[in-house]
């Protein structure tokens, strides 16, 4: 269960918060529709990796850490300047929506017509406009603010444990498709920013392994 759902989120409309704006990000889970296993195919996850790469670099959004699983995309995010997290949520998956479409279209999914039969019908119950979708539309947004080194720990380590938990790595930084091996000295796939906090503790830690060890808990 994603963490801290019982915090106030009406700043991912982009109401006035009690901190600066530099100092505030959001956790967000995005899931697709009916918990549809899609990212088990590379093409699909690097979709995803592009477009965030595409919206770090020209819709405003700034990335503190990610990761992807079969059937949902965690992120520690925020909106650059003026932006509005909300809005930038919305265009992301209406932009990932599409390319997905078109990429189950031209591949050779065996899983074509039931995958989209999941996203009609989501969109039919919910009454929406658009045809299909593949993501469900709540990302449960928890409010973070910079300055809590405990509070960005506890998250970093919720996301970067996902394929441990899920038995599918032994440590975090194996994983590909999250910001786990930018943290433990590697190339990510995404151009991710690191919070200052965290940048200073890996800069004081002995070495990033001892980082992940006192951390990032396997």
Known sequence: MPLGRNLNQRNMTGEKNNFPEKQVCYFLTFNTVDWVDIFIRPVYKQIIVHSLNHFIDQK?????????????????????????????????????????????????EIRKNWMMERFENFSNRLGLLQKFHVWQTS???????????????????????????????????????????????????????KPPLLEQQLVTSDSTSSFFGKFIRN
């Open 139 to 193: 990302s449960s947004p928890v409010f973070i603010d910079l300055q809590k080194k405990e509070a960005i720990i506890e998250h970093f380590e919720f996301i970067h444990n996902n394929p441990v938990r899920d038995r599918i790595v032994d440590t975090p930084s194996d994983y590909l498709y999250s910001s786990a091996r930018d943290y433990s000295g590697m190339q990510g796939l995404v151009h991710i920013t």
């Open 60 to 108: 405003g959004l700034t990335v503190y850490a990610w990761c992807l699983m079969t059937n949902h995309l965690h992120l520690l995010a925020q909106a650059k300047e003026n932006g509005v997290i909300a809005e930038i949520e919305k265009e992301y998956k209406s932009f990932t929506t599409q390319k997905i479409l078109e990429a189950i279209d031209t591949e050779q």
